[in-house]
């Protein structure tokens, strides 16, 4: 079974930048298309970007411009370079698969966004 861990969060300033990884160990992380999904208090868990298996991006209305997904196959590990954030993006964030179902869910990491 697989497992996720993301790491990677912390408090930053409005407009700064964070780089959130998620090692992947158990599964058949190269096969999977993956995503990264947030959950801001209050409110549903989103998917903001997702990855293909062959490390085609695309992004959330939302995020498109300021985040960039990608991945390593050979590291097992999906990378999110979040620039220009803002105070809308505070939330906890996740990876997991995506097309087919959840496999368990990380701890996720935290992503404070505040002056």
């Known amino acids: 079974q697989v497992q996720f861990v993301e790491s990677g969060g912390g408090l930053v300033q409005p407009g700064g930048s964070l780089r959130l990884s998620c090692a992947a160990s158990g599964g058949a992380f190269r096969t999977y298309d993956m995503g990264w999904y947030r959950q801001a208090p209050g409110k549903q868990r989103e998917m903001v970007a997702r990855?293909?298996?062959?490390?085609?991006?695309t992004y959330a209305d939302s995020v498109k411009g300021r985040f960039t997904a990608s991945r390593d196959n050979a590291k097992t590990t999906l990378y999110l370079q979040m620039n220009s954030l803002k105070p809308e993006d505070t939330a906890v964030y996740y990876c997991n698969v995506v097309n087919i179902a959840w496999r368990p869910w990380g701890q996720g990491t935290q992503v404070t966004v505040s002056s």
């Open positions: 990855v293909t298996s062959g490390g085609n991006p």
